[in-house]
């Protein structure tokens, strides 16, 4: 999977143009075509496809083991701001805030972090769940699946 020029509706890959043509991970008739898809199959997630079976996004859970677990910290490291988080055993992990794409305008670069989860809001087909934070404030939310957002890979659960 390689970066777009554009990030709106017409260019998802999982429609026909428009938030009511969902062709895959939909709950909801008046969306698109039901196939009651939740979370991301492995040839969808940009992890598993650009590192291969040892990757994955990770799922709105681990992510919000992170927030309520770990302590965060804003701070700048080789010239990137971001969040260092720190878990209970003092492992650490860096999210840059590397902000977010809609359309062609990236906003909020250098500002907030913005993570998706392999998981699609199950109230609602076209938004996905995700982590956001300053480097401190640090929320889980939903938005539009089309948005550019940075991906936090970890490593699968080895067999």
Known sequence: MEPKEVYDWSTYKWC???DSTLTKYCIDGACGIVDNKTVLDPEDDAAYVNWGPSWRM???EQLLELKNICTTQRLEINGVMGALITGPNGNTVFFPLAGQINGSEYERVGNYGYFWSTDIFSDDSNVARYIYFNGAYFTAWNRNRYFGFTIRAV???QN
């Open 155 to 157: 490593r699968a659960p």
């Open 58 to 60: 990770p799922t709105m």
């Open 16 to 18: 026909n143009g428009a």
